[in-house]
């Protein structure tokens, strides 16, 4: 079993930056890649960004150059570093791990960020 825990959402004006993080537990050394989502209001949930064990990050075209996915050296936490926020990134994101042989998908609560004026 894996716990994901997210924070760091808020209101900020277009422009700006926020670092939302991902506090893992349980059996963190069973995860194989942790990634971002996002629902925005109305939409589907879409990925962000992944990042895998090995250190690849993928990015979906419309993040790239504005966010950063990392992971602390513990790998018990997991961040995204988002800059030059835009109104279309406003949503609740959400924290994905995937782990096991199989593997098993672990969903964390989310975190709201509202990108206005």
């Known amino acids: 079993q894996v716990q994901l825990v997210e924070s760091g959402g808020g209101l900020v004006q277009p422009g700006g930056s926020l670092r939302l993080s991902c506090a893992v537990s349980g059996n963190i050394y069973s995860i194989n890649r942790m990634g971002w989502y996002r629902r925005a209001p109305g939409k589907e949930r879409e990925r962000v960004a992944f990042?895998?064990?090995?250190?690849?990050?993928v990015y979906e075209d419309s993040v790239k150059g504005r966010f950063t996915i990392s992971r602390n050296n513990a790998r018990n936490t997991l961040y995204l570093q988002m800059n030059s926020l835009k109104s279309e990134d406003t949503a609740v994101y959400y924290c994905k791990a995937e782990a096991g042989p199989y593997p098993t998908s672990y969903w964390g609560e989310g975190t709201q960020v509202t990108v206005s004026s």
């Open positions: 990042i895998s064990n090995g250190g690849t990050t």
